[in-house]
């Protein structure tokens, strides 16, 4: 049984981690579902000058021809100019890196940002493609058969869990 | 009956008609249509999401305005397209429906969009094709005319939000209207409560109360209180066919005038699927003041046929 | 030569008999009838256990798509069906090309028929010149060369003067004439019954009315003429209803009604299937209803197969620009028992529609099973089962909106004039 760190606590492990790093002008996206729920709690807490992004990534996985359109697709909203702009990526879990290739190809439809630093709450390794998260609150190992999945209470706590696949 | 437009597993394979979709499938289309609304409004208009696949444009009636969206937002959804006007090839010179879609099947379609003057077309075809091809109905006969019924619910959804608490009156010549079917079809299936017909006698279909409808000859009544009015195209045949005596007495009692809106409620919405005969069921006035929707209609109208590609084309 | 048709169930409808018991053949007339048929000695005999020995069947109305349609059906296929189906004698009506309108044209078919031996054959004369609806043709003449009746088939006549004329004509020689009730500018463009299944399918309708309102009209015509009018394919309750005050009435009206109509209404359209194309169309459940409340109560003569062989291409087409038409002679029987079944109808009763009540309006001597009649017979099995898919289908034809039903109704041996065209050779006796 692996004993997975409090989520709460990487949370304010990233933002003291981020808040020297970042201007005013730096934008924050969340990917829906768990990275929009991440997002939701770092961006308040790094004094951002742009509202925060939203992003769903479902016109852009590389899965179609699988699985089709399955989940239902969210809006994606991004109420300030991508152009020129550093970007704070944010991610619940990074694993295959498939998923960050996708938003990465639709934020440059959106314009081409001045930089993108990922990140994510966990890494749990499994990379499929060289893609690196600048900033993570753990690192995880997850057994076979299982995964991570990332949980929201109703009072809005974040917490880790592993769940049979 | 098994309805042909799902697949076992209940998911949508075809887009025939609105009647018989499950209220789920409905509200997926929506839902997508409106993710595809944001992607409309940036620069970038394109997702990647159909790139390889073929939409071939299988029109046997013609029509640019729909044919345009359509193509629209395939392009839009990165697919290759290919407009087909039937109407001045092969079908002239004798050659059966099935086998000029079976020759196209040849060329690696992905997407048959199907217009056709007679009622049950698209089904024919849907019947036909490979199991990785998809039918979307872009308009049979008088049957039904899903993707506008179905952008018509997404405007009504977009600027009134809830179905459950709406009265819709949709007025002229239902008879030979597959958009008023499609429509009607996705209202009651979505739970609005009042769905209004308005008409003088000759332009009803018989029966037309078995599609869940209330009928009003007189359109003062049928207006009140209405907070969508829906204005269907009205066409000069009707007046040869003996259904009508002129376009000037149908304005009277059946043309939107301003005076007549005022009977609906204040913050009602205009909606009309174009193209739009002005001064015969609609004013200019209405047509372009502040309750017309009929612009952002068409806005929404490559949405929801990106929505609907892109949901078919994944099953 | 004598044949012993052995222990079936021998039904006779016109007189009512349906009881276990012996048939003897000899030659082409029907010898003797239980003891006395027993009693001669027969130089063959058909084990009839278990079978129903019924008389062949009169069906009124098939197309046999000669001469002209030949790359539809041809006699020879379409006989073939009329036998598999039991049926041993059929009329056919003038929709040929070019259509029965002259007697060398109705002598070439019969002769055509006779020589293939099946089925007897009785083509109905065209009433107007090319079915055109202007000019009469030779009745009487037409009547020399063998037909018993003359009509429009599914052509339209309008024209209320030709019509009194036409119908004047032939009742001047005591001429039936048979017509479909239909008024052309409302059946104009329709394909379906203008009803609820046709308003949601977006299909262009029939209203009940253009039988009803012309109607009306044949029977001022009848009462002004006192000719014999047989109305065709009955399809509405309103037609039903007009006939039965008819007959009330005493005019010389008789009427049939499609086997697709006793079954099927605008219901089983389904998802725009070209096998329910039909004329006239399949109208409602009330109106199939009070079809078979026609039927039951005799307002309804007879039931025929309306029999159109069209080929599947013709079929495959959007359902308004589909051709007309099902192939129904070798499935009349087995749907005449299906009705009988669902309706609790006393097989004698069921099957006088398609035997001596259709001889009746015919005007032959077929139909019956009594000492001296024609020696024609259907012997079925009602229990046996069978699937309907095309390679059982002899006819031309695989338009049938059945196709994948299983229907009870075998028909095990069909003889015509005492001879076994269908069925096992007889055996000689033990």
């Given at each position: 049984m692996t004993t997975l760190p409090d989520a709460e606590a990487l949370c304010a492990k990233l933002v003291a981690e981020l808040k020297p790093l970042v201007k005013p002008s730096t934008a924050m996206i969340g990917l829906y579902t768990g990275g929009a729920w991440l997002a939701e709690k770092l961006h308040p807490q790094l004094g951002l000058s742009t509202p925060l992004g939203l992003m769903d990534i479902a016109f852009y996985r590389d899965d179609y021809h699988k699985q089709g359109l399955h989940h239902d697709p969210k809006r994606t909203r991004i109420a300030?100019?991508?152009?020129g702009r550093d970007l704070l990526l944010v991610d619940d879990i990074l694993y295959t890196g498939r998923t960050v290739r996708a938003a990465m190809n639709e934020l440059f439809d959106y314009g081409r940002p001045a930089s993108i630093t990922l990140v994510v709450l966990a890494d749990r390794g499994g990379r499929q493609l060289p893609i690196f998260a600048q900033h993570y609150g753990t690192q995880v190992e997850v057994p076979d058969g299982q995964r991570l999945r990332i949980k929201r209470s109703a009072e809005g706590r974040l917490s880790m869990e592993l769940e049979d696949a | 009956m098994h309805n042909p437009q799902l697949n076992a597993a209940g998911?949508?394979?075809?887009?025939?008609?609105?009647?018989?979709?499950?209220r789920a499938v409905l509200t997926q289309i929506l839902d997508t249509a409106d993710s595809f609304v944001g992607v409309t409004e940036r620069e970038v208009k394109k997702v990647p999401i159909l790139r390889g696949k073929s939409v071939f444009n299988l029109f046997f009636e013609a029509s640019t305005r729909t044919r345009t969206t359509f193509e629209i937002a395939a392009k839009r959804l990165s697919a290759d397209v290919i407009n087909l006007n039937i109407a001045a090839s092969s079908q002239t010179k004798g050659e059966s429906l099935l086998d000029t879609v079976a020759n196209l099947s040849a060329m690696q379609a992905d997407i048959f969009i199907v217009r056709h003057v007679a009622s049950g077309a698209p089904y024919l075809i849907a019947r036909s094709v490979k199991p990785h091809e998809h039918v979307v109905n872009a308009g049979d006969g008088r049957h039904a005319h899903p993707t506008q019924g179905l952008l018509d619910l997404y405007t009504i959804r977009h600027y009134k939000k809830d179905f459950t608490q709406l009265t819709v009156a949709i007025v002229g010549d239902i008879l030979h209207s597959r958009v008023a079917r499609s429509l009607i079809h996705g209202l009651t299936t979505l739970g609005t409560p009042e769905v209004r017909v308005i008409a003088p006698q000759t332009l009803l279909p018989t029966g037309v109360e078995s599609l869940g409808v209330r009928v009003f000859h007189d359109m003062k009544k049928g207006l009140a209180g209405a907070d969508v009015v829906v204005m269907l195209r009205l066409q000069n045949e009707r007046m040869r066919g003996a259904l009508l005596p002129s376009a000037q007495e149908f304005n009277k009692y059946y043309g939107l005038s301003p005076d007549k809106l005022a009977l609906a409620k204040p913050d009602a919405i205009v909606m009309h699927p174009g193209p739009m005969n002005r001064g015969v069921e609609i004013d200019s006035a209405v047509a372009d003041g502040p309750h017309s929707v009929i612009l952002p209609q068409v806005t929404y109208g490559i949405a929801v046929r990106m929505a609907v590609m892109s949901i078919i084309a994944g099953n | 030569m004598k044949i012993l048709i052995k222990g079936g169930r021998v039904i006779d409808p016109a007189s009512g008999r349906d009881a276990i018991g012996d048939v003897l053949v000899e030659g082409e007339r029907i010898a003797a009838l239980d003891a006395a048929a027993r009693d001669a000695r027969a130089d063959q005999v058909i084990?009839?256990?278990?079978l129903v020995v019924a008389p062949g069947l009169v069906d009124i109305c098939a197309r046999l798509r000669e001469p002209g349609f030949e790359y539809k059906a041809t006699l020879e296929s379409e006989m073939e069906a009329a036998i598999a189906g039991g049926v041993t004698s059929l009329a056919c009506p003038p929709d040929t090309d070019p259509p029965l309108d002259e007697p060398g044209l109705v002598d070439m078919l019969r002769r055509r028929a006779k020589s293939l031996a099946h089925a007897r054959l009785y083509p109905i004369g065209a009433l107007t010149v090319k079915l055109e609806g202007e000019r009469l043709t030779e009745m009487a003449e037409l009547s020399e060369s063998g037909c018993l009746a003359f009509t429009q088939a599914n052509v339209p006549l309008d024209d209320t003067q030709v019509l009194w004329r036409a119908l004047q004509y032939a009742g001047t020689f005591g001429f039936a004439v048979w017509l479909r009730a239909e008024d052309l500018s409302l059946a104009r463009?329709?394909?379906?019954?203008?009803?609820e299944v046709a308003t949601r399918l977006g299909l262009p309708g029939i209203p009940a009315m253009a039988e009803t309102i012309a109607l009306g009209r044949l029977l001022e015509l009848v009462r002004a003429t006192g000719t014999r009018l047989h109305v065709c394919r009955v399809s509405s309750a309103g037609g039903v209803a007009m006939i039965r005050a008819a007959k009330a009435e005493k005019l010389p009206v008789t009427c049939d009604v499609g086997i697709h109509h006793v079954h099927l209404s605008e219901m089983d359209l389904g998802y725009f299937d070209s096998h329910c194309h039909l004329v006239p169309p399949l109208r409602s459940p009330r109106d199939r209803d009070a079809l078979r409340a026609g039927l039951a109560d005799g307002t309804i003569d007879v039931i025929c197969s309306d029999h159109t062989p069209v080929d599947e291409d013709a079929k495959q087409m959007p359902f308004s620009e589909s051709e007309v038409g099902a192939t129904g002679l070798e499935l009349l029987l087995p749907l005449t028992l299906k009705w009988a079944t669902e309706t609790k109808t006393p097989l004698a009763k069921a099957l006088a529609k398609v035997t001596s009540d259709a001889a009746r309006v015919l005007g032959v001597k077929s139909g019956r099973i009594e000492t001296g009649a024609p020696a024609d017979f259907a012997i079925f099995d009602p229990q046996a089962i069978f699937r309907v898919v095309p390679e059982a289908l002899r006819s031309q034809g695989k338009n049938t909106p059945f196709m994948g039903y299983e229907l009870a109704g075998r028909v095990r041996y069909t003889l015509v004039d005492g001879r076994v065209i269908l069925g096992e050779t007889p055996k000689r006796p033990a």
């Amino acid at each position: 049984m692996t004993t997975l760190p409090d989520a709460e606590a990487l949370c304010a492990k990233l933002v003291a981690e981020l808040k020297p790093l970042v201007k005013p002008s730096t934008a924050m996206i969340g990917l829906y579902t768990g990275g929009a729920w991440l997002a939701e709690k770092l961006h308040p807490q790094l004094g951002l000058s742009t509202p925060l992004g939203l992003m769903d990534i479902a016109f852009y996985r590389d899965d179609y021809h699988k699985q089709g359109l399955h989940h239902d697709p969210k809006r994606t909203r991004i109420a300030f100019e991508v152009e020129g702009r550093d970007l704070l990526l944010v991610d619940d879990i990074l694993y295959t890196g498939r998923t960050v290739r996708a938003a990465m190809n639709e934020l440059f439809d959106y314009g081409r940002p001045a930089s993108i630093t990922l990140v994510v709450l966990a890494d749990r390794g499994g990379r499929q493609l060289p893609i690196f998260a600048q900033h993570y609150g753990t690192q995880v190992e997850v057994p076979d058969g299982q995964r991570l999945r990332i949980k929201r209470s109703a009072e809005g706590r974040l917490s880790m869990e592993l769940e049979d696949a | 009956m098994h309805n042909p437009q799902l697949n076992a597993a209940g998911e949508l394979q075809h887009l025939l008609s609105i009647e018989g979709l499950p209220r789920a499938v409905l509200t997926q289309i929506l839902d997508t249509a409106d993710s595809f609304v944001g992607v409309t409004e940036r620069e970038v208009k394109k997702v990647p999401i159909l790139r390889g696949k073929s939409v071939f444009n299988l029109f046997f009636e013609a029509s640019t305005r729909t044919r345009t969206t359509f193509e629209i937002a395939a392009k839009r959804l990165s697919a290759d397209v290919i407009n087909l006007n039937i109407a001045a090839s092969s079908q002239t010179k004798g050659e059966s429906l099935l086998d000029t879609v079976a020759n196209l099947s040849a060329m690696q379609a992905d997407i048959f969009i199907v217009r056709h003057v007679a009622s049950g077309a698209p089904y024919l075809i849907a019947r036909s094709v490979k199991p990785h091809e998809h039918v979307v109905n872009a308009g049979d006969g008088r049957h039904a005319h899903p993707t506008q019924g179905l952008l018509d619910l997404y405007t009504i959804r977009h600027y009134k939000k809830d179905f459950t608490q709406l009265t819709v009156a949709i007025v002229g010549d239902i008879l030979h209207s597959r958009v008023a079917r499609s429509l009607i079809h996705g209202l009651t299936t979505l739970g609005t409560p009042e769905v209004r017909v308005i008409a003088p006698q000759t332009l009803l279909p018989t029966g037309v109360e078995s599609l869940g409808v209330r009928v009003f000859h007189d359109m003062k009544k049928g207006l009140a209180g209405a907070d969508v009015v829906v204005m269907l195209r009205l066409q000069n045949e009707r007046m040869r066919g003996a259904l009508l005596p002129s376009a000037q007495e149908f304005n009277k009692y059946y043309g939107l005038s301003p005076d007549k809106l005022a009977l609906a409620k204040p913050d009602a919405i205009v909606m009309h699927p174009g193209p739009m005969n002005r001064g015969v069921e609609i004013d200019s006035a209405v047509a372009d003041g502040p309750h017309s929707v009929i612009l952002p209609q068409v806005t929404y109208g490559i949405a929801v046929r990106m929505a609907v590609m892109s949901i078919i084309a994944g099953n | 030569m004598k044949i012993l048709i052995k222990g079936g169930r021998v039904i006779d409808p016109a007189s009512g008999r349906d009881a276990i018991g012996d048939v003897l053949v000899e030659g082409e007339r029907i010898a003797a009838l239980d003891a006395a048929a027993r009693d001669a000695r027969a130089d063959q005999v058909i084990d009839a256990k278990g079978l129903v020995v019924a008389p062949g069947l009169v069906d009124i109305c098939a197309r046999l798509r000669e001469p002209g349609f030949e790359y539809k059906a041809t006699l020879e296929s379409e006989m073939e069906a009329a036998i598999a189906g039991g049926v041993t004698s059929l009329a056919c009506p003038p929709d040929t090309d070019p259509p029965l309108d002259e007697p060398g044209l109705v002598d070439m078919l019969r002769r055509r028929a006779k020589s293939l031996a099946h089925a007897r054959l009785y083509p109905i004369g065209a009433l107007t010149v090319k079915l055109e609806g202007e000019r009469l043709t030779e009745m009487a003449e037409l009547s020399e060369s063998g037909c018993l009746a003359f009509t429009q088939a599914n052509v339209p006549l309008d024209d209320t003067q030709v019509l009194w004329r036409a119908l004047q004509y032939a009742g001047t020689f005591g001429f039936a004439v048979w017509l479909r009730a239909e008024d052309l500018s409302l059946a104009r463009d329709g394909v379906a019954h203008d009803g609820e299944v046709a308003t949601r399918l977006g299909l262009p309708g029939i209203p009940a009315m253009a039988e009803t309102i012309a109607l009306g009209r044949l029977l001022e015509l009848v009462r002004a003429t006192g000719t014999r009018l047989h109305v065709c394919r009955v399809s509405s309750a309103g037609g039903v209803a007009m006939i039965r005050a008819a007959k009330a009435e005493k005019l010389p009206v008789t009427c049939d009604v499609g086997i697709h109509h006793v079954h099927l209404s605008e219901m089983d359209l389904g998802y725009f299937d070209s096998h329910c194309h039909l004329v006239p169309p399949l109208r409602s459940p009330r109106d199939r209803d009070a079809l078979r409340a026609g039927l039951a109560d005799g307002t309804i003569d007879v039931i025929c197969s309306d029999h159109t062989p069209v080929d599947e291409d013709a079929k495959q087409m959007p359902f308004s620009e589909s051709e007309v038409g099902a192939t129904g002679l070798e499935l009349l029987l087995p749907l005449t028992l299906k009705w009988a079944t669902e309706t609790k109808t006393p097989l004698a009763k069921a099957l006088a529609k398609v035997t001596s009540d259709a001889a009746r309006v015919l005007g032959v001597k077929s139909g019956r099973i009594e000492t001296g009649a024609p020696a024609d017979f259907a012997i079925f099995d009602p229990q046996a089962i069978f699937r309907v898919v095309p390679e059982a289908l002899r006819s031309q034809g695989k338009n049938t909106p059945f196709m994948g039903y299983e229907l009870a109704g075998r028909v095990r041996y069909t003889l015509v004039d005492g001879r076994v065209i269908l069925g096992e050779t007889p055996k000689r006796p033990a």
